[in-house]
């Protein structure tokens, strides 16, 4: 079993910048793949973006690109979302995922989910 544990969600302005953490704990020398989803109040779970954890190959939903960045960090078993440019509707929580069999930004393979934290973005 993976346990995933988010952090780093706030209430921010418009244009402010915001990072958040995910650490993994349990069996993580089984995570293959880790991501960030978001799922905002009456709209359905999308993907953020998403790291393979040993070739660190990254992949981002189209609203985020260019703005915001994945990371990890192995040593901590940590991954990172640094968040730039923020607008309004990047307002959601956010969920920490991993995934033990192979790498992909299909959120019905990730077998492991955090509790999420909220992110909310003042106009």
């Known amino acids: 079993q993976v346990q995933l544990v988010e952090s780093g969600g706030d209430l921010v302005q418009a244009g402010d910048s915001l990072r958040l953490s995910c650490t993994a704990s349990?069996?993580?020398?089984?995570?293959?793949?880790m991501a960030w989803f978001r799922q905002a109040l009456g709209k359905e779970r999308e993907l953020v973006s998403t790291?393979?954890?040993?070739?660190?190959?990254?992949d981002y939903g189209d609203s985020v690109k260019g703005r915001f960045t994945i990371s990890r960090d192995g040593a901590k078993n940590t991954m990172y979302l640094q968040m730039n440019s923020l607008k309004a509707e990047d307002s959601a929580v956010y969920f920490c995922?991993?995934?033990?069999?192979?790498?992909?930004?299909?959120?019905?393979?990730?077998?492991?989910w955090g509790q999420g934290t909220q992110v909310t973005v003042s106009s």
């Open positions: 995922a991993a995934a033990s069999q192979f790498w992909t930004n299909l959120a019905g393979s990730y077998e492991y």
């Open positions: 349990g069996r993580t020398s089984s995570i293959v793949a």
């Open positions: 790291i393979s954890t040993d070739t660190e190959t990254t």
